[in-house]
């Protein structure tokens, strides 16, 4: 599989020396010639880098998502469970011929994720496989398992996890994603000196990264509704002093444009927004998304988010947009001036994306052409429509248990370089 590196704030000088200021990689498309690509540089490498993915089941044991005391990011979380794998105690893809299971990412309620690797692929490639429950667990939530499998993929971009692929095993839903060596956003901030916190110029390289990948969805007409530091994972960890990567991953709450408008309260109770606590009947999802970045960007600042969770008056609290910012740490007006226009409890005066692309504290740093990127790819790939039948087939079987005369059902969302689709609309049934 070929995968194009676009480079961007670094001439071809630069590039073949290895010094660039930012990489953003996109596997599986074709992006053109170079000259087609203002302020860039594109180059065709070999073999395959890997990059990213985990998703929603990875929650660590021992702490809940959104309950950390006294607003604190918890001392006390186990780390390694994003980026390492522990070892194999059950091999959910032993009937698999393409994918051979190599260790175990994350545990949850109804499902488990597991590092794999995909056979099919010369040299062989590090996948990250999310694994539903068959049999009731869809039953309940299928409507929530087809929106993320349709929704995210259609995110065809550098800084959204990529579904590839989904198929059934006799007792798993099995979702194949990118594999994100460096863990998630939150034992990233963790690491950081003894207050578990970001100096500034490091929350801005990753917010800055989180608004270009969510503007991109947004325009695609999906809002994620479940933004949090947990979902935000990184291509490496950043020992090597390489600054990360970020990938979007988990769109299992996310909302399309052609769907109804939301109204449910779904999400992370400290990360959303005052008019999701409220229960607003058609609130704005995207505007929503808004204020999770906000809480993010304080997360990574302060070390704590904005409101205690463990508070008994913690919805008040948000519906009022009642925070304080710590006198202790050192950040410039202009950040201060973006965080507290984007935690603001009335959507339609809380700062929007483009306000938000606009602002000085946003565009220091920035790399040349990065703005610009979204508009290249929108208008390079098209959603994957063609999909979605095949996708809702592979869900309903997976609402009953497999069975020896089942066969395979399979669907591949994401083709690499040079391989067409077969334009039958059937999953692959053997």
Not at 186 to 209: C, D, K, S, V
Not at 330 to 359: N, Y
Request: with cysteine; aromatic share 6%; proline share 7%.
């Amino acid at each position: 599989m070929n995968i194009y590196e676009i480079v961007i704030g670094a001439d071809r000088d630069l590039v073949s020396r290895g010094h660039v200021s930012l990489v953003w990689r996109l596997s599986g498309v074709s992006l053109g010639s170079a000259a087609a690509i203002e302020a860039r540089a594109v180059r065709l490498i070999h073999p395959p880098m890997v990059d990213v993915a985990m998703p929603h089941t990875q929650m660590p044991q021992g702490q809940i998502q959104g309950q950390m005391p006294s607003g604190q990011v918890p001392q006390n979380r186990k780390p390694g469970n994003l980026g390492t794998t522990a070892p194999v105690t059950t091999n959910y893809l032993a009937d698999c011929r393409h994918f051979m299971q190599v260790g175990e990412l994350g545990h949850g309620t109804f499902g488990v994720v597991v590092k794999a690797i995909d056979l099919r692929e010369r040299p062989p490639r590090e996948v990250a496989i999310k694994l539903l429950s068959r049999g009731n667990f869809i039953k309940q939530y299928k409507t929530y398992v087809k929106r993320e499998i349709d929704n995210q993929s259609r995110l065809r971009h550098p800084l959204i996890v990529s579904i590839q692929e989904v198929f059934l095993t006799k007792s798993h839903l099995a979702i194949v994603m990118e594999y994100a060596r460096g863990g998630d956003l939150f034992n990233y901030t963790m690491r950081h000196g003894p207050h578990g916190r970001l100096i500034e110029q490091q929350a801005r390289w990753i917010f800055q990264q989180l608004i270009i990948g969510l503007d991109y969805c947004h325009r695609r007409g999906v809002a994620n509704r479940d933004l949090k530091l947990e979902n935000l994972l990184l291509d490496h960890d950043g020992k090597d002093g390489i600054r990360p990567l970020l990938k979007i991953c988990d769109f299992g709450y996310s909302k399309h444009d052609r769907s109804s408008s939301a109204k449910s309260g779904v999400g992370t109770p400290v990360y959303m927004a005052p008019e999701v606590i409220l229960g607003d009947n058609h609130y704005n999802a995207k505007k929503a998304d808004i204020w999770s970045c906000g809480v993010i960007l304080y997360s990574m600042l302060f070390g704590k988010y904005p409101f205690n969770a463990k508070e008994p008056r913690l919805a008040r609290r948000i519906v009022a947009a009642q925070y304080t910012l710590p006198a202790n740490v050192a950040v410039s007006p202009d950040c201060l001036d973006m965080l507290t226009k984007v935690l603001v409890a009335e959507p339609a005066q809380r700062m929007g994306m483009e306000d938000i692309k606009c602002h000085p504290w946003f565009l220091e740093g920035l790399p040349p052409g990065a703005l610009d990127m979204n508009e290249f790819l929108l208008k390079g790939m098209e959603p994957q429509a063609s999909c979605q039948r095949k996708v809702e087939l592979v869900v309903d079987q997976a609402q009953r248990m497999g069975n020896p005369q089942e066969g395979l059902w399979a669907c591949r969302l994401l083709e690499p370089i040079g391989q067409s689709r077969p334009a039958n609309g059937q999953p692959r049934k053997a």
